[in-house]
């Protein structure tokens, strides 16, 4: 790589590390409900079983609970239910709008309660329903959007815009790992002024879930692009002033 590309492509890419906006929400320290929203296949539940055993292992047993909610197919959440008895946490099932606020008072003695929906496409009003049940509940519900890094560019700043008009700040960009243009989805969350909060790294559900800072995001970006190097413009800027944070991304990826 010729080094003027090399420096050039450094200096924008710490520039763009400075603009992506990244956020610890209290999930992992205060737990709450938090329900994951998003596309079809954009790795809700993958991400879920990740944030429970990331809790697990911080808070011990009885300490989480998963819900799957879906309207519309029967028995949606049979692979949820699986995950639930390897981590060895009660799964419930919740199909009727009007079982969803019980089952979250049953489960209301676990600190976290994680919630799996069914995926929303840009153009219907899915997600509209599911924030509109939330926000009838006694309880309040938090959501992260998850979003597949993979994702076509179009769909993806659709799926993001539909997100921001309804209320929702936080993200999780999953697959990260698989994606050979990782620019698309952090250029997006910059533009939409989106928080990220996680980055999925991979499949293994005990470990692979980092969470989002920057110049470790920009550093593999820089590593993509230019062959495995990566300009000391991206490491050297913008470092989270918080050593254990790094240590849990690093643990993460």
Excluded at 61 to 78: K, P
Excluded at 167 to 192: Q, Y
Aim: overall charge positive; aromatic content about 4%.
């Amino acid at each position: 790589v010729d080094r003027r590309d090399y420096r050039g492509t450094g200096f924008a890419l710490a520039l763009l590390s400075r603009q992506l906006r990244t956020h610890q929400p209290p999930l992992l320290d205060r737990g709450g409900v938090w329900a994951l929203v998003g596309p079809s296949g954009g790795g809700k539940t993958s991400t879920l079983v990740k944030l429970a055993a990331r809790y697990l292992d911080r808070h011990g047993t009885q300490s989480v609970a998963l819900v799957g909610f879906d309207l519309e197919r029967i028995g949606a959440h049979q692979q949820l239910k699986i995950y639930g008895q390897l981590l060895d946490v009660p799964t419930r099932s919740v199909a009727r709008r009007e079982d969803l606020a019980p089952t979250l008072e049953e489960l209301s003695g676990h600190p976290l309660i994680l919630v799996d929906t069914s995926g929303f496409g840009p153009t219907d009003r899915q997600l509209e329903t599911q924030l509109e049940i939330f926000r009838h509940l006694p309880n309040r519900v938090n959501c992260l959007l998850t979003v597949p890094a993979v994702m076509e560019a179009h769909y993806l700043r659709r799926t993001l815009k539909k997100a921001v008009d309804n209320g929702i700040g936080e993200a999780v960009l999953t697959r990260f790992d698989e994606t050979l243009r990782p620019g698309i989805g952090l250029s997006s969350l910059i533009e939409h002024q989106l928080k990220l909060c996680f980055v999925g790294n991979g499949r293994n559900l005990t470990r692979d879930l980092a969470i989002a800072n920057s110049p470790e995001i920009f550093s593999r970006v820089a590593t993509i692009m230019l062959g495995g190097q990566c300009p000391p413009e991206i490491t050297s800027s913008n470092t989270d002033p918080n050593p254990r944070i790094r240590e849990i991304a690093a643990h993460g990826s």
